[in-house]
């Protein structure tokens, strides 16, 4: 019997279900891998707005991970929303501490109806203590704006700005251009010698909350699972296109990409 694949979410609370943990623990189980949680926030939100955030505090956010990892190995692991600097370092601690190396961090910025979900004074932290311990990062083109101070309006933008973030220390990067216009929405990876275009069709439904998280969970679970960085990058393009495909019409907002359907 094979040994039991694990990944960890490191992120915030949506009790929505659409984003953040909720959404990366379905994630994971739809994908057969056990999923694990460290909660860096508390939020108030629905599909349509967030009412409210509350920090947990650094260092229970470091009590959680001590608890978990000094009792069960992590294959692989994402981050989300951190709000703070003083999560973020203690993040960036804990990762090196019990050096976890497949890291998948998606630099959750905005929520979808425009929250701020990363302080701005956090940004720097972020850039100089946690990028530099990503395999893979996953921002959009307005995360990879706010970390590159680049407008990005083509491919050829996104490659630009993929090769900044490179050169701050991350492996790899995804830059994702699903809010971009066009036919089909394409993404750009950057593995440090090469780039590659991932092409999907666009499906333009609304239901689109949680997307980001969805496709970084998905990531998480291919490595978690052995596969290489280009093969859990793709297997995570489909998966969140199917996601959105099958995305569910809940709320008064953007309803949440469905990452539990069945593929058909």
Do not use: W
């Not at 349509?48 to 991970?65: A, C, T, W």
């Not at 003083?86 to 929250?115: F, H, M, W």
């Not at 666009?202 to 290489?228: E, F, K, N, W, Y």
């Amino acid at each position: 019997m094979s040994a039991v694949k694990t990944a960890l979410t490191i992120a915030g609370s949506d009790p929505s279900g659409g984003a953040g943990i909720q959404a990366d623990l379905k994630t994971f189980s739809r994908l057969r891998i056990y999923g694990m949680s460290v909660i860096t926030s508390l939020t108030a939100q629905n599909t349509y707005k967030v009412e409210g955030i509350m920090e947990i505090p650094p260092d229970f956010v470091g009590r959680q991970f001590d608890a978990l990892l000094t009792d069960i190995h992590v294959d692989a692991a994402k981050t989300g929303m951190l709000l703070t600097s003083g999560v973020i370092e203690v993040v960036a601690q804990k990762i090196r501490d019990y050096t976890i190396r497949n890291l998948v961090v998606d630099p959750v910025v905005t929520s979808t109806s425009g929250t701020a979900l990363l302080n701005r004074d956090a940004i720097t932290t972020f850039q100089r203590m946690l990028l530099p311990l990503a395999l893979v990062i996953t921002p959009n083109t307005d995360e990879a704006r706010v970390l590159t101070g680049k407008k990005i309006e083509n491919v050829e933008d996104m490659e630009e700005a993929a090769l900044r973030i490179y050169e701050m220390g991350a492996r790899s990067v995804l830059i994702k251009g699903g809010h971009l216009t066009g036919d089909d929405a394409i993404d750009v990876l950057f593995d440090g010698t090469d780039f590659s275009h991932l092409r999907r069709r666009r499906i333009d439904r609304g239901q689109t909350h949680g997307t980001g998280c969805v496709l970084s969970a998905a990531i998480t679970a291919g490595l978690a699972a052995g596969r290489s960085l280009a093969e859990a990058v793709n297997a995570g393009k489909d998966f969140v296109t199917a996601a959105i495909e099958h995305g569910l019409r809940l709320g008064k907002g953007a309803g949440p990409c469905d990452p539990l359907a069945l593929e058909e």
